[in-house]
Protein backbone atom coordinates (compact mmCIF):
# COMPACT_ATOMS: atom_id res chain seq x y z
CA UNK A 1 0.00 0.00 0.00
CA UNK A 2 1.74 3.19 -0.91
CA UNK A 3 0.32 6.58 0.79
CA UNK A 4 0.85 10.03 -1.11
CA UNK A 5 1.29 12.21 1.81
CA UNK A 6 0.70 16.39 1.55
CA UNK A 7 3.88 17.96 1.22
CA UNK A 8 5.07 20.30 3.89
CA UNK A 9 4.36 24.10 4.06
CA UNK A 10 7.21 26.25 4.45
CA UNK A 11 5.21 29.87 4.60
CA UNK A 12 1.96 30.78 5.61
CA UNK A 13 0.00 33.69 4.10
CA UNK A 14 -2.48 33.63 6.73
CA UNK A 15 -3.91 32.06 10.23
CA UNK A 16 -6.01 29.70 8.19
CA UNK A 17 -2.83 28.84 6.03
CA UNK A 18 -0.55 28.26 9.66
CA UNK A 19 -3.76 26.04 11.24
CA UNK A 20 -3.26 23.80 7.67
CA UNK A 21 0.75 23.59 7.70
CA UNK A 22 0.18 22.29 11.30
CA UNK A 23 -2.34 19.34 10.00
CA UNK A 24 -0.12 18.45 7.39
CA UNK A 25 2.86 17.98 9.94
CA UNK A 26 0.52 16.21 12.11
CA UNK A 27 -1.01 13.77 9.51
CA UNK A 28 2.44 13.61 8.21
CA UNK A 29 3.74 12.86 11.54
CA UNK A 30 1.46 9.36 12.33
CA UNK A 31 2.97 7.48 9.12
CA UNK A 32 6.44 8.82 9.69
CA UNK A 33 6.44 7.67 13.48
CA UNK A 34 5.15 4.13 12.22
CA UNK A 35 8.64 1.78 12.68
CA UNK A 36 6.61 -0.57 9.41
CA UNK A 37 6.64 2.43 6.97
CA UNK A 38 9.40 2.83 4.23
CA UNK A 39 9.76 6.64 3.81
CA UNK A 40 9.68 7.89 0.15
CA UNK A 41 11.05 11.09 0.46
CA UNK A 42 10.38 13.20 -2.52
CA UNK A 43 12.84 16.74 -3.65
CA UNK A 44 13.64 18.73 -6.12
CA UNK A 45 16.82 17.87 -7.70
CA UNK A 46 19.35 20.96 -6.05
CA UNK A 47 21.42 21.70 -3.01
CA UNK A 48 21.87 18.86 -0.79
CA UNK A 49 21.69 21.52 1.97
CA UNK A 50 18.49 22.36 1.13
CA UNK A 51 16.37 19.68 1.39
CA UNK A 52 13.68 20.18 4.03
CA UNK A 53 11.59 17.75 3.64
CA UNK A 54 14.29 15.13 4.37
CA UNK A 55 14.99 17.28 7.08
CA UNK A 56 11.61 16.10 8.80
CA UNK A 57 11.65 12.88 8.25
CA UNK A 58 15.18 12.82 9.56
CA UNK A 59 13.59 13.61 13.40
CA UNK A 60 11.31 10.57 12.91
CA UNK A 61 14.28 8.49 11.22
CA UNK A 62 17.58 9.63 12.30
CA UNK A 63 19.13 6.31 10.43
CA UNK A 64 17.61 6.82 7.71
CA UNK A 65 16.93 2.98 7.59
CA UNK A 66 13.70 3.26 6.52
CA UNK A 67 14.27 6.30 4.05
CA UNK A 68 14.72 6.55 0.26
CA UNK A 69 15.93 9.83 -1.06
CA UNK A 70 14.53 10.89 -4.55
CA UNK A 71 15.72 13.84 -6.16
CA UNK A 72 13.03 14.55 -8.88
CA UNK A 73 13.23 17.16 -11.54
CA UNK A 74 16.63 15.68 -12.53
CA UNK A 75 16.38 17.67 -15.95
CA UNK A 76 16.07 20.96 -14.68
CA UNK A 77 19.25 20.52 -12.72
CA UNK A 78 21.08 19.29 -15.92
CA UNK A 79 23.17 22.31 -16.65
CA UNK A 80 24.48 22.85 -13.22
CA UNK A 81 26.32 19.26 -13.47
CA UNK A 82 30.07 19.00 -14.82
CA UNK A 83 32.18 16.45 -15.01
CA UNK A 84 34.13 17.25 -12.03
CA UNK A 85 31.25 17.19 -9.29
CA UNK A 86 28.30 14.78 -11.16
CA UNK A 87 29.69 11.88 -8.60
CA UNK A 88 29.95 14.42 -5.31
CA UNK A 89 26.68 15.62 -6.31
CA UNK A 90 24.81 12.16 -6.69
CA UNK A 91 26.18 11.39 -3.06
CA UNK A 92 25.15 14.75 -1.86
CA UNK A 93 28.16 16.46 -1.41
CA UNK A 94 28.84 15.95 1.66
CA UNK A 95 25.49 16.94 3.44
CA UNK A 96 23.93 13.66 2.73
CA UNK A 97 24.92 10.40 5.03
CA UNK A 98 26.42 8.19 3.13
CA UNK A 99 24.25 4.88 4.08
CA UNK A 100 20.93 7.14 3.14
CA UNK A 101 19.79 5.12 -0.01
CA UNK A 102 19.45 7.89 -3.00
CA UNK A 103 18.03 8.76 -6.39
CA UNK A 104 18.25 11.22 -9.13
CA UNK A 105 15.42 11.02 -12.50
CA UNK A 106 13.00 12.76 -14.22
CA UNK A 107 9.26 11.81 -14.19
CA UNK A 108 7.02 11.89 -17.30
CA UNK A 109 5.70 15.90 -18.20
CA UNK A 110 4.47 17.82 -20.71
CA UNK A 111 3.57 21.12 -21.62
CA UNK A 112 0.47 22.36 -19.26
CA UNK A 113 -2.68 22.49 -20.88
CA UNK A 114 -1.84 20.09 -23.79
CA UNK A 115 -2.42 15.91 -24.00
CA UNK A 116 0.28 14.48 -23.75
CA UNK A 117 2.35 13.54 -26.78
CA UNK A 118 2.92 9.92 -26.17
CA UNK A 119 1.47 7.20 -23.49
CA UNK A 120 2.94 7.70 -20.09
CA UNK A 121 5.33 4.36 -19.77
CA UNK A 122 6.70 5.48 -23.27
CA UNK A 123 7.24 9.28 -21.59
CA UNK A 124 8.71 7.55 -18.76
CA UNK A 125 11.47 5.08 -20.12
CA UNK A 126 12.56 8.20 -22.37
CA UNK A 127 13.21 10.20 -19.49
CA UNK A 128 14.71 7.66 -18.03
CA UNK A 129 17.15 6.74 -20.32
CA UNK A 130 17.69 10.91 -20.92
CA UNK A 131 18.69 10.81 -17.49
CA UNK A 132 21.41 8.21 -17.88
CA UNK A 133 22.52 9.65 -21.17
CA UNK A 134 23.11 12.37 -19.76
CA UNK A 135 25.19 12.17 -16.60
CA UNK A 136 27.10 8.96 -18.46
CA UNK A 137 28.03 11.50 -21.22
CA UNK A 138 29.34 13.78 -18.04
CA UNK A 139 31.48 10.75 -16.56
CA UNK A 140 29.32 9.42 -14.08
CA UNK A 141 30.64 6.55 -12.16
CA UNK A 142 28.80 2.79 -12.72
CA UNK A 143 27.84 2.60 -9.57
CA UNK A 144 26.51 6.23 -9.32
CA UNK A 145 24.55 5.71 -12.43
CA UNK A 146 22.86 2.80 -10.75
CA UNK A 147 21.05 6.10 -8.68
CA UNK A 148 20.34 8.06 -11.92
CA UNK A 149 16.69 7.19 -13.55
CA UNK A 150 13.67 6.02 -13.07
CA UNK A 151 14.52 2.21 -14.42
CA UNK A 152 16.99 1.85 -11.68
CA UNK A 153 14.84 2.99 -8.65
CA UNK A 154 11.99 0.78 -9.42
CA UNK A 155 14.55 -2.17 -10.22
CA UNK A 156 15.99 -1.13 -6.57
CA UNK A 157 12.37 -0.96 -5.49
CA UNK A 158 11.56 -4.45 -6.53
CA UNK A 159 14.09 -6.05 -5.23
CA UNK A 160 13.05 -3.91 -1.56
CA UNK A 161 9.76 -4.65 -1.49
CA UNK A 162 10.40 -8.14 -1.84
CA UNK A 163 13.13 -8.00 1.17
CA UNK A 164 10.27 -6.01 3.36
CA UNK A 165 7.91 -8.71 2.46
CA UNK A 166 10.36 -11.94 3.53
CA UNK A 167 10.93 -9.72 6.81
CA UNK A 168 7.67 -8.91 7.67
CA UNK A 169 6.58 -12.54 6.95
CA UNK A 170 8.96 -14.45 9.35
CA UNK A 171 7.72 -13.28 12.34
CA UNK A 172 3.58 -14.40 10.79
CA UNK A 173 5.12 -17.71 10.17
CA UNK A 174 6.50 -17.85 13.55
CA UNK A 175 3.64 -16.59 15.04
CA UNK A 176 1.10 -19.62 12.89
CA UNK A 177 3.80 -22.48 13.97
CA UNK A 178 3.06 -21.38 18.09
CA UNK A 179 -0.48 -21.22 17.35
CA UNK A 180 0.21 -25.30 15.36
CA UNK A 181 1.76 -26.37 18.57
CA UNK A 182 -0.89 -24.98 21.11
CA UNK A 183 -3.61 -26.01 19.00
CA UNK A 184 -1.56 -29.90 18.95
CA UNK A 185 -1.65 -29.45 22.36
CA UNK A 186 -4.89 -28.68 23.35
CA UNK A 187 -6.24 -31.08 20.94
CA UNK A 188 -4.00 -33.98 22.75
CA UNK A 189 -5.63 -32.47 26.49
CA UNK A 190 -9.57 -32.49 25.12
CA UNK A 191 -8.45 -36.31 23.56
CA UNK A 192 -7.37 -36.96 26.95
CA UNK A 193 -10.54 -35.30 29.22
CA UNK A 194 -12.52 -37.35 26.46
CA UNK A 195 -11.52 -40.76 27.20
CA UNK A 196 -11.32 -39.75 30.90
CA UNK A 197 -15.28 -38.78 31.10
CA UNK A 198 -15.76 -42.22 29.14
CA UNK A 199 -19.06 -43.01 31.98
CA UNK A 200 -17.37 -47.05 31.33
CA UNK A 201 -13.63 -45.54 32.47
CA UNK A 202 -15.18 -43.40 34.84
CA UNK A 203 -17.40 -46.53 36.55
CA UNK A 204 -14.10 -48.60 36.65
CA UNK A 205 -11.86 -45.79 37.98
CA UNK A 206 -14.23 -45.30 40.97
CA UNK A 207 -14.14 -48.81 41.43
CA UNK A 208 -10.50 -49.14 41.88
CA UNK A 209 -10.48 -46.21 43.88
CA UNK A 210 -12.92 -48.19 46.36
CA UNK A 211 -11.05 -51.50 46.04
CA UNK A 212 -8.10 -50.23 46.90
CA UNK A 213 -9.26 -48.11 49.90
CA UNK A 214 -11.32 -51.09 50.99
CA UNK A 215 -7.52 -53.40 50.96
CA UNK A 216 -5.64 -50.15 52.82
CA UNK A 217 -8.63 -50.64 55.66
CA UNK A 218 -7.81 -54.17 56.26
CA UNK A 219 -4.36 -53.35 57.21
CA UNK A 220 -5.61 -50.33 59.48
CA UNK A 221 -8.05 -52.51 61.33
CA UNK A 222 -5.66 -55.00 61.91
CA UNK A 223 -3.06 -52.97 62.86
CA UNK A 224 -0.05 -54.01 60.96
CA UNK A 225 0.78 -50.69 59.71
CA UNK A 226 4.68 -49.86 59.63
CA UNK A 227 4.99 -46.45 60.66
CA UNK A 228 5.74 -44.25 63.76
CA UNK A 229 4.41 -40.94 62.96
CA UNK A 230 1.29 -39.67 64.74
CA UNK A 231 1.12 -43.50 66.40
CA UNK A 232 -0.32 -43.40 70.07
CA UNK A 233 -0.80 -46.22 72.29
CA UNK A 234 -3.88 -46.98 73.62
CA UNK A 235 -4.27 -45.21 76.70
CA UNK A 236 -2.94 -41.92 75.20
CA UNK A 237 -5.63 -42.13 72.51
CA UNK A 238 -8.56 -42.38 74.99
CA UNK A 239 -6.61 -39.78 77.34
CA UNK A 240 -7.35 -37.61 74.47
CA UNK A 241 -10.34 -38.28 73.25
CA UNK A 242 -11.93 -37.81 77.04
CA UNK A 243 -9.82 -34.62 77.33
CA UNK A 244 -11.11 -33.36 73.90
CA UNK A 245 -14.81 -33.52 74.69
CA UNK A 246 -14.10 -32.45 78.55
CA UNK A 247 -12.98 -28.83 76.62
CA UNK A 248 -16.05 -29.03 74.08
CA UNK A 249 -18.32 -29.81 77.21
CA UNK A 250 -19.61 -32.80 75.22
CA UNK A 251 -19.28 -34.54 78.25
CA UNK A 252 -22.68 -33.71 79.17
CA UNK A 253 -24.35 -35.61 77.01
CA UNK A 254 -22.29 -38.89 76.41
CA UNK A 255 -20.71 -41.48 78.81
CA UNK A 256 -16.90 -41.05 78.75
CA UNK A 257 -16.84 -44.84 79.97
CA UNK A 258 -18.64 -47.72 78.36
CA UNK A 259 -19.41 -49.12 82.04
CA UNK A 260 -19.95 -47.54 85.45
CA UNK A 261 -17.94 -50.34 87.21
CA UNK A 262 -15.24 -48.22 86.17
CA UNK A 263 -14.12 -45.79 88.50
CA UNK A 264 -12.24 -43.59 86.43
CA UNK A 265 -10.25 -43.72 83.03
CA UNK A 266 -7.31 -44.72 84.10
CA UNK A 267 -9.01 -47.41 85.88
CA UNK A 268 -10.65 -48.64 82.38
CA UNK A 269 -7.38 -48.09 80.36
CA UNK A 270 -5.50 -50.26 83.18
CA UNK A 271 -8.36 -53.37 82.71
CA UNK A 272 -8.04 -53.08 78.62
CA UNK A 273 -3.74 -53.12 79.16
CA UNK A 274 -4.15 -55.99 81.75
CA UNK A 275 -6.96 -57.73 81.69
CA UNK A 276 -7.96 -58.02 77.79
CA UNK A 277 -4.41 -59.26 77.16
Not at 43 to 61: P, Q, Y
Request: charge should be negative.
Amino acid sequence: QIVDLPGYRSYAADESGRILAKKIEALNGTFLSDQRNTILCVEEAGDAANLSSLRRVSEADPDYRRTILIRNKLDKYYDDLDPSTVNKWLEGMGDLPTKLKKFALTLPHWTEGMPPPRPLCELRDAMSQADLNKLAALGTTRKHLDMVGFKNFARYMEKRTEQMFVEAIGPVLAKLRDLERAMTRRGEQLQDELEQSDPTQILATVRACGASLANCLTYVMEGVIRSNIHRFTLGDELRKFHSYHQKAASSRVMEQLPSKDFGSLEDYIDFLEKEMQ
